[in-house]
Each structure stands twice: as C-alpha cells, then as structure tokens.
Nanobody, 128 residues
C-alpha cells in the first residue's frame, strides 16, 4: 500500500512558475526502489504522462515540457517534485503523481495506467 499526497498547485499567469510536491507513505519496500510519474489531465482531454523518475536515478520529461519542467526526488524525504517554469495556458490541468515498485524481475517501471497507486491531484491553472 502506498499513499500519495500532492501539493503546490495554484493559479499563475503565463510565464510563471510552480513547484509541485508529492509525499509518499509506503508500507512495502523502500522509497528508493519505487518508480514515480507525474501525470496531468485537462478537462475533456486524456490523461498524459508528464515526467517520470525511476529507481535507477533516471528521469524523463514529455517533449512539450522539456526545458521548462524538471522532475526530481528526495529519497530521504520520500518526496517527488515537479518544478514547472515558463508555464503556458496549455499546462492547465489537474496534476497527479503515481507510484509503484519496479518489477522485481525486469526492473521495468509501469507505463501509464499500469501504476496502481495515485494521489488525489493538485490543480494547476495558467492564465494568459
């Protein structure tokens, strides 16, 4: 079981910045062995992965956010971050973090809806 609590969302003007946090409480395994991903979903649109952090210390960012968003994690604080700079109106969405242990055999992280643990989300609204 994993509990995820996101925070840091808000309303900003285009060009502004926000830092999202996701604090994890887990009852199985250690935080450093978990895969994490930030997702977002705008009204009327499908949920999309924004940035991912695996247990090897690698990160990935969706192409539309490269150069603007940075994902990081602090294993000592069980916290995942998403620093968002140069925000655009199209970044407006509910942002969620998701987590799961990496596959014991393959070492792979989940993809998309394969993540079993999700936070409640934090709203990001960017006005033009």
């Amino acid at each position: 079981q994993v509990q995820l609590v996101e925070s840091g969302g808000g309303s900003v003007q285009a060009g502004g910045s926000l830092r999202l946090s996701c604090v994890a409480s887990m009852y199985t395994g250690t935080y450093s062995n978990y895969c994490f991903e930030w997702f977002r979903q705008a009204p009327g649109k499908e949920r999309e992965g924004v940035a991912a952090s695996d247990h090897y210390g690698s990160y990935s960012i969706i192409s539309s956010a490269k150069g603007r968003f940075t994902i990081s994690r602090d294993n000592s604080k069980n916290t995942l971050y998403l620093q968002m700079n140069s925000l655009k109106p199209e970044d407006t969405a509910m942002y969620y973090c998701a987590a799961d242990l990496a596959d014991e055999v393959t070492g792979h992280c989940p993809v998309g809806n394969e993540y079993p643990y999700w936070g409640q989300g934090t709203q990001v609204t960017v006005s033009s």
